[in-house]
């Protein structure tokens, strides 16, 4: 039997990148996925690749309780419930220091990453209350565990934070049977990181600062999302899942 056989999620940022290989494996795993995303044109025909009775997309802005309300009756009322929520829609913004940050992009960044979140586990939660079971995984970053050269100080505090609301709600709702944990990635080679960087930057990068030397490829995150989201980690809630091939253990 597949691991997500009859089980429904909705999954943000799905239409492309990381969120991308998330529903690909999830519909893979037997799980029906609601794509949200801002991205129409791709979101659309990510749906249509895996087919009406697996995947539908519905546009998604993750900032606006509107549109999570939306999102969440598009869902009961297509596939009946809501059993999984992967909240992966995130921004990173450019590399910057704390001085040199433009307010805005501060506050967009946080906007997105923690507070659509925290809108993401309100919607989703009194279905998953009254069915008493259900998952979330919210993706956070190896920058929500420690410094990072890599991304910019608004980053970090929206992946400790969403960290912070993985653990609030993983013990408010433990007695639900629902469980809540956080995906924390290093270094992962989407189609956003290929086009951006050189291979003589991730060559770099993998030499200098990655212990296994390489990228994971993101199939490699959306195992472990696939896994959290599955019954076989009944037990399992309120913890960080750091997939990073060692980075952490190094103060790069």
């Not at 999830?26 to 249509?48: P, S, Y």
């Not at 013990?171 to 189609?191: C, H, Q, S």
Request: net charge negative; no cysteine; aromatic share 6%.
């Amino acid at each position: 039997m597949k691991l997500l056989e009859g089980k429904v999620a909705i999954i943000t940022g799905g239409a492309k990148g990381m969120g991308e290989f998330h529903t690909k494996k999830m519909v893979e795993e037997g799980a029906k996925v609601v794509i949200g995303d801002l991205d129409v044109e791709n979101g659309e025909k990510l749906a249509k690749e895996l087919g009406k009775e697996q995947a539908i997309f519905v546009k998604l802005d993750v900032t606006q309780p509107d549109s999570w309300a939306n999102i969440v009756q598009v869902t009961k009322d297509t596939f009946g419930t809501i059993d999984i929520l992967v909240n992966n829609a995130g921004l990173a913004g450019a590399i910057t220091g704390l001085l040199d940050i433009e307010e805005g992009l501060y506050k967009k960044i946080i906007e997105i990453n923690q507070d659509g979140t925290f809108y993401g586990m309100r919607a989703v939660l009194p279905t998953m209350v009254e069915k008493n079971s259900g998952s979330i995984i919210n993706i956070s970053s190896l920058a929500g565990l420690r410094h990072d050269i890599t991304v910019n100080p608004a980053y970090t505090a929206s992946k400790f934070a969403i960290r912070g609301l993985t653990k609030q709600a993983a013990y408010e709702f433990a007695d639900k049977n629902i469980r809540v944990n956080a995906v924390l990635p290093g270094a992962i080679l989407t189609p956003m990181a290929e086009a951006t960087l050189t291979k003589e930057q991730i060559d770099d990068v993998s030499n200098t600062l990655l212990p296994m030397k390489r990228f994971a490829d993101p199939k490699e995150v959306s195992e472990l999302v696939v896994f959290l989201a599955s019954d076989k980690a009944s037990y399992i809630s309120g913890g960080d899942y750091v997939i990073d091939g060692a980075r952490a253990t190094i103060n790069k």
